[in-house]
């Protein structure tokens, strides 16, 4: 979801990246236990423009980082992966995990001064699966209401604890109430305000909005954030901070190098060699991302040509992923052996396909025969961004070894974005799927999100096109949708390991879509930048210190100028 | 007579608003898509419908036109759509506007204030080496992009040199010289080409009106050089240049988008640019119109400036 | 005062033949495609064996984009300067010089397209006339060539129209003009022989400077993802570099060096041609 209505041109550029075994890609912050001053603001450089605040307005990775200074989650995610209560204090679950009940922590208060209460909770809900929107209350749910349906009923049961059932049962279900990091405690005055939802962001988080606009977020410290330092003084540290939307990675860099910037975030889709520099710039600490971030291409497999098998197969094996890896990405990341990353519950190297240049022959021949056309298809691009041009041409050079057409079709972000959604793209490449869990992976592969709830509240209305709009490949396929929700009910982890990787097993044989490496993340601070990484979470643990939204910034403090 | 001559030409200036608006609305007719299917993705056919109606677009292009036009009249510039509610253009814009016109503003007065000696020098010294230095150094600059030229300047002057801030802009109210720190580099960046291009335009008028027979009367009186350069030959020399001038406002106002993104001045034209890709078009078409107005401001501006500067033009335009 | 035809003349010939050779012949050299990656030399600085000029940090040879780049740069710049200039110029002149109302119309014309940034009138134009119905057909290349030439002439139009017209005004309440009005001669015959000499300097000034600026131009555009498809250009090859300024500064050289050569080279010839145009006016 973070992917779909990025603003910058990178989008598809960054879709596609790679690299070496992130075995460092954890640093550990800096030892020397200072005691963190008070004060101070932060200049921060980030690759994504700001879309807006409301449900349907989806804040992609830097940006998103910089919306979660002003809003928080229900829940949170450890490094172990876990997900814990953060704004909620306690999650209960029934034995068949089809009821959670969740209850809110006392004494947190919004921005507007607004307390977070159930009936907060219930907004929130009501809002991002869509019932609000069907009463005309509040503004589209987006691509969320596709995220939400297997919900059925959001039941306020005291001041402080709401119950929610679900048609299917689920025991990741915390993840989705995560949303990697996007389910934001919105303000219900925000959410039912009307016209200002997506300019007026109102949240729970350590900072308060000053200004946005599309290319920039100013914050100022909430002075009654609800959470207090180890020491017991108060949160946040710092008194601001603004986020500037750079496009150019060359002005990020130089905005470090000249101090005009504290703090840059980097990709690395095209920004391998600017990551590498400053990792050798002792004026510089750089953080990484765990290489949990998949970028696919998707193959169209309602439309000729890939509605025919061979199409897929052909030109699943004609990509030579550990040649593209070593051009592109320069081995910074690693090439796929899986639709998604070790790190994945669905992680499986059965059935999927790798480069065989033979194959992608015997396959494109196969394709001729079965419809007496040659394999041919079109394959978007960003028109203007090099990196992304110089992605579809590598791809085009292997489609051209094993005898495939391929046409690069250059389009502006706006026009992919307008067409991908409605899977009108006979292939497309575009970073959707994420993490160790499934929460952010099988919206983008099952065909209906409801898991056939034939009575959910957007069945009968034009939002029903939700359930199904993020499966970019545009395929039904029973066994492995069936597989995902056995496994999403199954309480015992290995069996539950077992049935994801069949599903993933079935999608790799079918070739519903490919994968050619996966991506990561990277922070670059400047040394007066401190506490990074060190402020845990309220019940303990820490969160994970650098994931695709960034670092959080509520326990970082600057020393000097 | 002059009155009514510059309120004839004022007349001439609102129809090129006119024009350039009525075009966009026309545009906006021949979009295969509706824009209220772009600017709602996920919307209802009822939403939708609403929304088209609200904009104007039933109305068909001249019902269209009228009811923009009445709310641009009264300062209502139309609203930028998001998913979840809308912003009023006219807010995006006063933080734009200035932005864009100190920027304009900086880069005009800084190159002119280059090419003319440049230009007449070259053209005193015509066919001279100076002048063929001059000229030569400045095509070489000239051909290089503006994006280029910035990068270098901050690679050197904010990377290298740590003598000027690279990103951000200030206001006059962050203390001046805050200002004009961030300002240098964008500047510097756009008036390298104008400078070329300014001191091309000043150098051959100034040649031809050199060879003039009054300017060689002149010199037969024995008046000094310089006297004759700056007193006779330069003003009217100087039309060309002026009106070259004033054709570079709008596009330095809304045309610098590169510029803009490389230093995060973030002006009218990233404005322009975030309306073309975001498909904001009731915005895009009021930001032309406005940078269209100002345009002929200046075009208004120079002209009656040319009348006074170079007064045949002006007996001229007013016995035609 | 005839100029003698000096050595920086001939090597200003001699580059824009380099050029027009590579322009017309670029495609059939020995040189690899513009597109070809060379996955084993990313980053090659130049004089690497085999990629004179270097690689660049996508793994596109330099060499190959300079000769490739050739031929789309200066087919643009050429074309639209020369279709831009010739109608501007017959409009300005024609209009300056008649006045009234087809004055009227002509300058309000050239004031509407000038009134919207050229960028902003390129990227409409592109949006408009190159997209395709069927969104997986992809709009061939020479139809979004011809968009960008038609957008980039409709912006060369009114700038060198506005120039003639200008000096037009200037020239035509001069006395020589006045007498040979004065003296019944035909307004077509005042143009030709007394108008147009003394308008073309400052054309052909301007024209030679917009040469520059279309290459340029078509450098942002290119940024802008409505450039020479597939970055095929010189202005598309500093586009591309620009990243690359701090690592790979040669990326960025070779393009700016080959686009000043050729700048510098129509500069001087300019003021070579015009050299013998004055001369004429010499003569009046």
New interface residues.
Partial sequence: MKHLFRGGRRKVAAVMAVALVASLSQVAPTSAAETPKTGGTLSVGIFDSFPGYCMADNLANSSLMAGRTIYETWVEQRVDGKIVPYVLSAVENSTDFKQWKLTVRPGVLFHDGTPVNADALVTNLQALRGALTLLGKAPSPGTAGGFTANITEVIKVSDSAVQVNLYRPQVDFLETLYASGRFFVRAPSQILGGAKCSTTPIGTGPFKLVSTKLNELVVTKNASYWRKDPSGASLPYLDGITFTFLVETASRVSGLKSKSLDIAMFTSAGEVKQIRDLQKNKNMTVIESPEEYYPSIWLNNRIAPFSSKNARLAVSYAIDRVDYNKVRNRDYVSAAKSIVGPANIMYNEKGFIQYDLKKAKDAAAAYKTETGKDLEFSFPYTAGSTESLANATQIQKYMTAAGIKMNLLPLTTAEIIQRAFPQQFQAMALLLMEGAGTAFIAPFITSDTSGGNQTHILRKTPLAVLYGILNLSAFTDTVSEDLIWQAKAEPNAAKRKALYGKATQQIQTEARLTTISYQKYALAYRTNVKGVGELGLTQGGQRKLMTNFGIDFTGVWKSGK | MRAAYYLQRSA??L???F??TF?CSL?LQ????SPAE?L??????E?RALLTSEIGLDRGPIGYYIKWLGEFVRGDFGDIY??????AVSS?LA?AFPRSMWLMIYTQVLALAIAIPLGVWSAYRV?RRTD?VI??VL??L???????IA??L??LV??RW?L?????YQPYSSGIWEHFKHMIMPVVSLSV?LI??YT??L???M??TL?EDYITMAASKGLSDRRILWRHAFR?SS??LF??AA?NM??L???A??IE????T?GV??E???A????QYIALQSI?GL??IF??LF?LIVDVAAGYV?P??R???IN? | MRRKHTIPTYLAFGWLAVSAFLAVFGSFLPVDSYQTIHGDFIDSPPFTSGHWFGVDSNGYDIFSGIVNGARLSIFVALVSVGIGGLIGSVLGITAAYYRGKFDTVVSTGFNVVLSVPNLVLALALVAVLATNVDINEAVPTWRRLTTLVISLTVVIIPILGRIARAATLAWSGREFVVAARSMGMRDRHIIVRHIVPNVLPALIAVGFLAVGVVIIAEASLSLLGVGIPDGASWGGMIARGRNDLEYNPHALYFPIIVLALTVISTNHIGDVLRGGLDRREGRL
Avoid: H, K, M, W
């Fill in positions: 001439q200036l129809i090129v608003v024009c350039v075009g545009l021949l979009i295969p898509v772009i709602l993705p996920v919307g209802s056919p939403e998001y998913s979840g509610g809308r912003e995006r933080v066919g063929r000229s030569n095509f070489a000239s051909s290089v992009p503006s994006f280029a990068l270098v901050v690679l904010g990377v740590q000027l801030p690279t990103l951000d080409g070329a291009s091309r335009l150098r051959a008028d040649i031809a060879r009217p039309v060309t009106t070259s054709l709008g596009g106002i809304g045309g988008i590169v993104t490389i230093f995060a973030y034209g990233f322009v640019f975030a073309i890709s975001g498909r032309v940078i269209s345009y002929v075009n170079d045949r033009t007996d001229r335009r035609a």
